[in-house]
């Protein structure tokens, strides 16, 4: 048995987060639910990409059914999966989920939470928890309606219906399919794209995106001021017009 159910690993501009309990394909029980919050302060109190991905040929099965079956009222009023989920969607900076093999229920749901998705050739996502007699309550009953739309993600919860990496790629679920082999570079490439921006304007987009409408315009005005007065701004719009001024000549 695995006595640390998330390896982390640092890098100066990333952390790779993989999840490790491949022996029950990467189950999410309690124990991996505390070492991921573990994560996120880690994240939170130094914002870096995290780059979220499976031991074992697999992303994450779903939560432990042999833990749910024993919980009741008060464990679900507890958000013990939903308030995880929502702390990685409101980390400062992006998240990648490296979507290989199955990712259902609560690991769809971690998914989802995440800002990009790439996957293999053998990702299968969705959320069967009907068929287990309860909800997907972690994200999914709202979340999938905002990424794929209101009536594929009815299908999928209500039918219990798993989508295969096509037809995830086709609605955008997943930003991009790669062969197996090649899933952590694609990881990795992402993570580059996104740390080659400029890393406040990254964080302050991220946060306008997700700030509830009624918030809008005011704090994109807000977030747009404080990037104004940044060293950083001045440099590289002073970068861009001397690249521009050189092509010229």
Not at 144 to 161: D, H, M, N, S, Y
């Amino acid at each position: 048995m695995t006595t640390t159910a998330v390896l982390v690993e640092e890098q100066p501009d990333r952390v790779l987060l993989r999840l490790n309990r491949p022996e029950v394909r990467n189950a999410i029980d309690q124990q991996m639910v505390d070492e991921l919050h573990g994560a996120c302060a880690l994240l939170e109190s130094d914002p870096r990409v995290a780059i979220v991905l499976g031991e074992g040929g697999g992303f994450a099965a779903g939560a432990d059914i042999a833990q749910l079956r024993q919980r009741r009222r008060e464990d679900a009023l507890r958000g013990i999966n939903s308030g995880l989920f929502d702390r990685v969607r409101r980390l400062p900076m992006p998240v990648i989920a490296l979507v290989d093999g199955y990712a259902l229920g609560g690991g769809a749901e971690l998914a989802y939470a995440c800002d990009f998705r790439i996957g293999t050739p053998t990702t299968r996502i969705g959320n069967p928890e009907t068929g287990l007699g309860i909800l997907a309550a972690a994200g999914a009953a709202w979340r999938l309606a905002e990424l794929v739309g209101e009536p594929l993600a009815k299908e999928i919860l209500l039918t219990g219906r798993v989508l295969d990496a096509e037809e995830a790629l086709g609605v955008r679920l997943l930003n991009e399919v790669v062969p197996q082999e090649e899933l952590l570079a694609a990881g990795h490439r992402w993570a580059d794209s996104i740390t080659r921006q400029a890393p406040l304007a990254v964080r302050l987009t991220k946060a306008v995106f997700h700030a509830p409408r009624e918030a809008h315009p005011f704090v994109d005005d807000l977030a747009q001021a404080v990037l104004f007065e940044t060293p950083e701004k001045h440099e590289r719009m002073t970068a861009f017009l001397e690249r521009r001024k050189d092509r010229s000549r």
